[in-house]
Structures are given as structure tokens and as C-alpha cells.
């Protein structure tokens, strides 16, 4: 029982001190965020909040990340669907042609939209970042939609049909109200890959960027409490999309 | 609201097996017509193609004289309760019966009125509010049945709706579809494997198998005169005896037996005869059939099962229904009786 539990003690502090330590030294009263703790101060989140870039940086990346997510929610979904109803030819090979981009690595894909965007023409902004994560996205919430269709979904959607409903109308409400925990998790799935993602969306901004990126530039200038506490408030929303999705799941259980 | 149904030369192939292989068939508006047949006889199949779930090969079908081939489930005036009742679960009970109607445009006042109306008809008045999973099976089954009618079908197709049910409950809800269908007038098409639920709530049974219909008439002809082997035994146990057409009779072991004038001189053909039809003496004044040894008697509550072997050279088996008082024994001489009028003659 002991052993159990000095065992999860390392566990957890194995997985959760360098967040820890990188929280406490945001509180840091001095110039740089390593040991030893000198004191408390709000100095380093009150200059975080008073920084337009960074601002206007967790801003954009507040939006992409909703706007990706929704957007690869409904192709996710839509394409769930399809291979679900079991009338599409070759619904196998699409399943995996759909899933398979999950183990392609996001500069590859990075790399890849950049040369598609400059062959189209199109010029590098929030709008081509937030195409990339729709790219790595989609999978995701395919996937998860996917899982959560089956025969039951499958016999209600007749149903539905048999008593008159359009095909959006069985979508919008039968299909999508049954697997609403699913379709949940999925978006705020793909909002915390999004909000984290830093190599698609740095090859794929220009002049706005996302927070990850404002953050990476702010660390070429060495470190400092700063840093600190904007990776706490970054490591508060994605903790806080992660709980919900928890929430979401377990509600239903 | 009721309509007739109409189906002429209905093929349907998957792969090499003909799921239905030409079905010719005329249900009357307003009739309780029952499809019996074993599993894979293709009977749902024809439900599903009458519902607008499949699309037969060739053939006509028309309910209430419009064609029906080609229009989409959600517009044929169909609605069907389903094996698995497919309840949607995040709605409510009054919610799920009026989802028909809120797609037909119909005001939520309405909706609510109608659905507390036909909830009530299945026994689950004042319960609008509760949920699919607050429910049992019988229930969900009744929620299923409402949702269907609250959108006033003209035919109402029935998918094995009391298959996973229990016996005790069946019965009562064959009952109870029986009452309903005689109120609300809608042409109900079942489809069941069991011949005793196609009997007990059929005005037209239409016995299937191997993708054709074997016979089709009122429960009480095709019990006791069914027009094929096939329909003859799925109905119950039958005692056929095979012979030559002889003299307008059918020349068994047993002696000429039946109305066999509808058949050609010389042919082969069986004497079917019900074992509730074979009586034994005493307990009639019916001249004797032969007389035979008990093999077998099983008590089976309502009467006496008794496998007999007739006393004739070939040594026929006879399966006898007596009563339940009847003294018999293995090894026991009977003499077994038949009345002429219920003997059946099938060409071989």
C-alpha cells in the first residue's frame, strides 16, 4: 500500500513538477526564473497582461483554434457519416486513407502546405494557419466520430427517415444529438492540439501569429519570468479543455 | 386513413440468392396481414422493399393505387415500428411520438396534444415526459407502435415487433395489436416466425419460404387446408400420406382417402390430416382409419401427443392429438378415425 503510493507520488511528480516548477517561477521576484526562490510578486503576469503582442497573439490563437475545430469537426463528422452508413464503395480504404494522416508528422505537413499555399498563390496569414490545423485535425475528429457511430445510430437514423425526416434533419436531430458527448470531445480535442501546435503554424503565419509562435520569439531573447507565466496561462486553458472534455465523456457514463 | 397494397411479379436477388423470387400479393385497405415464414424466407426483405428501405429488381407495387417504386421511405404513407424498436433516446417518450409530426410542420401544441392522445392508445398515458431508458422492453415496444401511428399512415409495416419479448407478454401485446389495428382501421402488414402469433392475430397469413409464398388466406383455410406441403407443415404438425390419385381419391395405405377430383388420374399425391383431426374410438362415431400401436405419448397439458405406427405393411407413422384424459400407453392397440371433411389433398 506504501510502495502504491510513494510509487504514484513519483508518478505524478514525475509528470507534473516541471509544470509545477515552471508555474512557482512565474511568481519569481527577480530577473531570471531559476533557483533559488527569491520572493512572490505579480509583476511577471501583469506584464504578460499588458503586452499587446502577446495579447493580440493568445487572441488569434483563441480563434484559429475554435474556427479549425469547428470547421474539422463537421468534415470529421460528415465523413463519419458517410463511411458509417455502410453504402459507400471501398468504405474500408477510405477509413484508412482518412485516419492515416494521424502518423504524419506536423512539419511534413507543414512543409507540404507551404509549397501547395505558394503554388495556389495564396498569401500566409491566420486563415492559411488555421487551414493547417483543419489538415491535422480532421483525422482526429473523424476518428473519434467514427467510433462513436454504430447500429444503434444506424437504426434510429432509419427511423427517423421512415417518419419523414430530411437527410439534414436526421443529421442535425437524431445523429448529432446521439453522439453529442463524442462530437464534444472531439472539438475540444482538436481546440487543445490547435492551441498547443507551434510548427504548422509557424511556417504557415507571417505578420499575425499564434501564441506559440509569440512565444517562441519571446524566448529567443533569453529567458525570464515572463515566459513563465504565459506558458502557465497557456497550460491553464488547455488543462481546462482537457477537464471539460473529461466532463463531457464521464457525464454520460 | 387505410389503403390496399398491391404487389405484382416482386424479385429481389443479393448476390446468387433470390431473397424474393417472384411475389404475387393483394393486401386489402384495412386488413391485419400477417408475413410468416422462417428465417431467411424473405420476408423482411418484402417488408423492407413495401417500407422503402430496398428496391426490388422488377416488379409493381402500389399501396392505395399510387406506385410506390422509386419514392423514398420518408414519402411513401408508411411508417414502421422496428424489430429493435429504434427509439431515439435523447428525446422524450412525447417527444419521440411526435417526431413524425414536427416533421410534417405541425405546431408543438399539436404535437404535444396528438402524442399524449396516441401514447394513451398503447397504455402509456401521462408518461410523455420520461425518457426511452426509464422504460422495458414491452414499453419501448408501445412507444415504437404510437410514434408510428401518430403520423397516420396508410399501412403500417411491423418488423418481428414482439420477437424480443417474453411469452407471457407477447400474448398480451398480440392482443393488444390485434385491438389497436381493429381501432385505428390503418392496414397493418407483420412480419413473425411464429405460426401461433400469425394465427392468433391474422386475418391474412401469407406463409413464405425460399423467397416465394407458399399460400395466403385466412389463418383458419390455411390451417386447415393449406394449398402447399411447405405451408402445411409450418403450421403445425401434419400427417401426410402419400398415394395415387384413384377414382377422384387419393389411394393410401390406409385406404382411399380425400377430395382428390381436383388432381389428374393417375398421379401422385398426399392425404394431409391434422393430429387433432385423428380421433381415437369411442371418443367419436366416425368409421375407423386403421388401427395402430403407441409408440410414444406425451402429455402436453392441453392433450395427448401420441406417435402411433399404423397397422398396414408399410407401417406409417400417425401423429394423433387426444385429449388430455384419454388412457394411453406405449405399446396400447388404438383405433384411429378421421373425419372425411378434414382431410386435405396436396399433389405430391
Redesign the interface.
Known amino acids: 500500500m506504501l510502495a502504491c503510493a510513494a510509487y504514484m507520488a513519483l508518478l505524478y511528480g514525475f509528470i507534473f513538477l516541471p509544470v509545477a516548477v515552471l508555474a512557482l517561477f512565474s511568481f519569481q521576484d527577480g530577473r531570471f526564473p531559476i533557483p533559488p526562490f527569491r520572493g512572490f510578486t505579480l509583476r511577471w503576469h501583469e506584464a504578460v497582461l499588458s503586452d499587446e503582442d502577446l495579447m493580440a497573439a493568445l487572441a488569434n490563437s483563441l480563434g484559429v483554434a475554435g474556427l479549425s475545430s469547428l470547421v474539422a469537426l463537421a468534415l470529421g463528422f460528415f465523413a463519419a457519416r458517410a463511411v458509417a452508413s455502410g453504402c459507400l464503395p471501398g468504405a474500408t480504404a477510405i477509413r484508412a486513407a482518412l485516419t492515416a494522416p494521424l502518423s504524419v508528422s506536423y512539419l511534413v505537413i507543414g512543409l507540404g502546405l507551404l509549397a501547395s499555399l505558394n503554388l495556389m498563390g495564396l498569401r500566409l496569414s491566420l486563415a492559411t494557419v488555421a487551414i493547417g490545423h483543419v489538415v491535422i485535425n480532421t483525422p482526429l475528429c473523424f476518428a473519434i466520430c467514427a467510433a462513436a457511430l454504430g447500429p444503434?445510430q444506424q437504426?434510429?437514423e432509419?427511423?427517423?427517415?421512415?417518419?419523414?425526416?430530411?437527410e439534414w434533419?436526421v443529421m442535425a436531430?437524431?445523429t448529432a444529438?446521439?453522439i453529442?458527448p463524442a462530437l464534444l470531445a472531439a472539438f475540444l480535442l482538436s481546440v487543445t492540439f490547435s492551441w498547443d501546435e507551434f510548427i504548422i503554424a509557424f511556417l504557415l503565419s507571417r505578420f499575425d501569429v499564434t501564441l506559440p509562435v509569440e512565444i517562441w520569439s519571446l524566448l529567443r531573447s533569453g529567458l525570464n519570468p515572463k515566459t513563465n507565466a504565459i506558458g502557465s496561462v497557456v497550460f491553464l486553458v488547455s488543462a481546462l479543455a482537457v477537464l471539460s472534455i473529461e466532463l463531457a465523456i464521464l457525464r454520460r457514463r | 386513413m387505410t389503403a390496399p397494397i398491391e404487389i405484382a411479379g416482386l424479385t429481389r436477388r443479393f448476390g446468387a440468392t433470390r431473397a424474393l423470387d417472384g411475389i404475387d400479393l393483394e393486401v386489402p385497405a384495412g386488413a391485419f396481414c400477417v408475413l410468416l415464414g422462417p428465417s431467411g424466407c424473405g420476408k423482411t426483405t418484402l417488408l423492407n422493399i413495401i417500407?422503402?428501405?430496398d428496391d426490388p429488381d422488377t416488379g409493381r407495387l402500389s399501396i392505395g393505387g399510387r406506385d410506390m417504386i422509386g419514392v423514398?421511405?420518408?414519402?411513401r404513407p408508411?411508417?414502421?415500428v422496428?424489430q429493435?424498436y429504434?427509439?431515439?433516446?435523447?428525446m422524450t417518450l412525447a417527444e419521440n411520438v411526435g417526431?413524425?409530426l414536427r416533421?410534417?410542420g405541425q405546431s408543438r401544441a399539436r404535437r404535444a396534444a396528438r402524442a399524449e392522445a396516441m401514447l394513451d392508445l398503447v397504455g402509456l398515458a401521462g408518461q410523455g415526459a420520461k425518457r426511452p431508458a426509464a422504460l422495458s422492453g414491452g414499453q419501448r415496444q408501445r412507444v415504437a407502435l404510437a410514434?408510428?401511428l401518430a403520423?397516420e399512415p396508410d399501412v403500417l409495416l411491423l418488423d418481428e415487433p414482439l420477437g424480443a419479448l417474453d411469452l407471457n407478454l407477447r400474448r398480451q401485446m398480440q392482443a393488444e395489436l390485434k385491438a389497436i389495428q381493429a381501432k385505428v382501421g390503418v392496414t397493418f402488414v407483420h412480419v413473425t416466425h411464429d405460426q401461433e402469433e400469425a394465427m392468433a392475430i391474422a386475418d391474412l397469413v401469407v406463409v413464405m419460404d425460399a423467397g416465394r409464398i407458399e399460400d395466403a388466406g385466412p389463418p383458419e383455410r390455411v390451417y386447415r387446408a393449406p394449398r402447399s406441403r411447405f405451408a402445411a407443415t409450418f403450421l403445425g404438425d401434419m400427417n401426410m400420406l402419400p398415394g395415387r390419385v384413384t377414382g377422384g381419391r387419393v389411394e393410401t395405405v390406409l385406404g382411399p382417402l380425400g377430395d382428390a377430383t381436383a388432381l389428374a388420374e393417375g398421379t401422385m399425391a398426399l392425404a394431409c390430416i391434422r393430429p387433432e383431426h385423428l380421433s381415437a374410438a369411442g371418443h367419436t362415431t366416425l368409421a375407423p382409419l386403421t388401427t395402430a400401436r403407441i409408440v410414444d405419448a406425451v402429455f402436453q397439458g392441453t392433450h395427448r401427443k401420441l406417435t402411433c405406427l399404423g397397422d398396414s405393411r408399410q407401417g406409417t407413422t400417425l401423429v394423433a392429438h387426444l385429449p388430455a384424459t384419454a388412457a394411453a400407453a406405449p405399446g396400447d392397440l388404438l383405433t384411429l378415425s378421421v373425419d372425411p371433411e378434414m382431410v386435405t389433398v396436396l399433389p405430391a
Request: charged content about 15%; hydrophobic content about 50%; glycine content about 10%.
Open positions: 444503434p437504426a434510429a432509419r427511423a427517423a427517415r421512415d417518419l419523414g425526416a430530411r434533419q436531430l437524431v444529438p446521439m453529442l | 417500407g422503402g428501405f423514398p421511405a420518408a414519402q408508411t411508417t414502421t422496428f429493435d429504434a427509439l431515439f433516446p435523447h417526431f413524425g416533421m410534417r410514434r408510428a403520423v
